[in-house]
């Protein structure tokens, strides 16, 4: 896998670098500005991109535009955006194209290698990797009626994770029972928030963030 790395803290770009690298995934080209990452892909795709959200000249939300217009040049390019801080509208525009192999992640998951390296991975193959703290902040917000207290705690964990964009296995093997109870649970979470049951891969993830995201 060909990876690009966009990210204009020095330390943190040498880090991800090295880290991929260490990993067997080869460093295409890592830039510390937007325009120079998107000169880049305008003459070469990779497989995936890592990229801060907030980049130079203004550090507001460059990279989250050259990320959207990377994948206006790639539609599907990959692309796992960096964000210091949680955005949850970040998270929205990232997916509003409907493609899918999108990522948001806070920059204090890198330093977990393994969920970092797997959310790559499930980006880089055409799925969905959404921070933990996004999903729980969508989940947590308050309205005047909240469909969610419907759902039991079990329910509530399961939709939590389909959210991050974990498959009915991961989510199996992650709360420790058998798939036909995630199957079971997904199906009454469905049928209580009134989703659309027929929903696969990131299409689901897109559906239930679509819900969690309303009236935001």
Not at 94 to 114: F, I, S, T
Not at 117 to 131: C, F, H, I
């Amino acid at each position: 896998m060909r990876v690009v790395i966009a990210e204009d803290d020095a330390l943190l770009r040498e880090g991800l670098s090295l880290l991929l690298k260490t990993s067997g995934i080869e460093v295409a080209a890592s830039f510390d500005n937007a325009e120079d990452f998107l000169e880049f892909v305008e003459k070469d795709r990779p497989d995936a991109v890592v990229m801060d959200v907030r980049m130079p000249p203004t550090h507001r939300d460059e990279g989250l535009r050259a990320a959207v217009r990377a994948r206006e040049i790639h539609p599907g390019l990959p692309v796992l955006v960096l964000s210091a801080h949680v955005e949850t509208s970040y998270a929205v525009e990232l997916l509003a194209d409907g493609v899918g192999a999108v990522g948001y992640l806070l920059k204090e998951r890198v330093g977990k290698v393994e969920r970092f390296l797997d959310a790559l991975q499930r980006v880089a193959k055409g799925g969905t990797a959404m921070d933990p703290e996004v999903i729980g902040q969508l989940m947590s917000r308050s309205r005047a009626t909240d469909p969610l207290a419907a759902l039991t705690a079990r329910e509530r964990e399961v939709l939590a994770l389909m959210a991050e964009g974990y498959n009915n296995g991961t989510i199996a093997e992650l709360l420790v029972v058998s798939d036909g109870a995630v199957l079971k649970h997904i199906r009454n979470i469905f049928q209580k928030l009134d989703l659309p049951s027929d929903e696969g891969g990131h299409r689901r993830v897109l559906a239930v963030l679509a819900y969690l995201g309303r009236d935001s």
